[in-house]
């Protein structure tokens, strides 16, 4: 089982971003899917997460109304879509999965609930 980070960069402050999360050995209709970001010398920290199940969706203050996190219909992956970037949004980005074979009503954005992780990808914004 490998989950798989895509789309990060260097951006301008004020710029969008799409980040990807794939996976091969699983297929995500039974997980909580979470967006995680580490800037350096600072802890992980949660982002956003969506369940596969019913598609309820969570994310961090910092960053309600500027990122979307979204499936696409059919398709094993999931998004982060980011806009109106900030320097501060600067750090690794994860993705991980959360099995729940019985369903997952509403996901969570701590970090001891995903047992699956990628390896991330950097994401730079530029003042």
């Known amino acids: 089982v490998q989950l798989v980070e895509s789309g990060g960069g260097l951006v301008q402050a004020g710029g969008s971003l799409r980040l990807s999360c794939t996976a091969s050995?699983?297929?995500?209709?039974?997980?909580?899917i979470g967006w995680f970001r580490q800037a350096p010398g600072k802890e992980r920290e949660g982002v956003a997460c969506i369940s596969m199940s019913s598609f309820n969706t969570f994310y961090r203050d910092s960053v309600k109304g500027r990122f979307t996190i979204a499936n696409e219909y059919g398709k094993n992956v999931v998004y982060l879509h980011m806009d109106s970037l900030k320097p501060e949004d600067t750090a690794v980005y994860y993705c991980?999965?959360?099995?729940?074979?019985?369903?997952?009503?509403?996901?969570?954005?701590?970090?001891?609930?995903?047992?699956?992780w990628g390896q991330g990808t950097q994401v730079t914004v530029a003042s």
């Open positions: 050995g699983i297929t995500f209709d039974d997980y909580g």
């Open positions: 991980a999965a959360d099995h729940r074979p019985n369903g997952l009503e509403h996901c969570l954005i701590s970090a001891t609930t995903y047992e699956m």
